[in-house]
């Protein structure tokens, strides 16, 4: 798997933290699991290699812990806007890509806000990758 691939697939987990209580995300952990092929490749399979999925586990639950730090990093960023206000596809990839700026040291800071950038195009809506863009810029010149 690519790290981009690798990332949506954190991205996905980390989504479901905004709909489910802290409690029931241990199954949603195995459920998202479940619905992917871990090991061999069938075709048309979304594959994840048993190295990855422990990967994937591992980031999402360091990213998970940092939650409440990383929202007040992205408060702090984003004038204007309280978490709460985010949509939630922009809020989960700000988690991700916060997390990866200030604490993932094998992600350069521009990698981790162009991967971000990609993300919105693809899940968010029309005006987030610019959106988030912006917040990221600003996080990175707060370092």
Do not use: C
Not at 10 to 26: A, C, V
Not at 37 to 50: M, N, R, S, T
Not at 79 to 92: A, Q
């Amino acid at each position: 798997m690519t790290r981009a691939q690798i990332r949506e697939d954190i991205f996905k987990l980390l989504f479901r933290i905004e709909f489910n209580s802290q409690e029931d995300m241990p199954s949603q952990i195995a459920h998202f699991f479940e619905n992917v092929q871990i090991g061999d490749a069938e075709e048309g399979a979304h594959l994840i290699p048993e190295e990855d999925a422990e990967y994937i586990r591992e980031k999402y639950e360091r990213i998970a812990e940092r939650i409440p730090e990383l929202d007040a990093m992205i408060d702090a960023a984003a004038k204007g806007w309280k978490v709460t206000r985010l949509g939630k596809v922009d809020l989960t990839i700000l988690r991700l890509a916060a997390y990866e700026m200030k604490y993932d040291e094998d992600i350069p800071v521009g990698v981790a806000i162009n991967e971000a950038v990609e993300l919105a195009k693809k899940f968010g809506q029309d005006e987030s990758p610019a959106f988030i863009n912006g917040i990221l810029a600003k996080l990175a010149s707060d370092e």
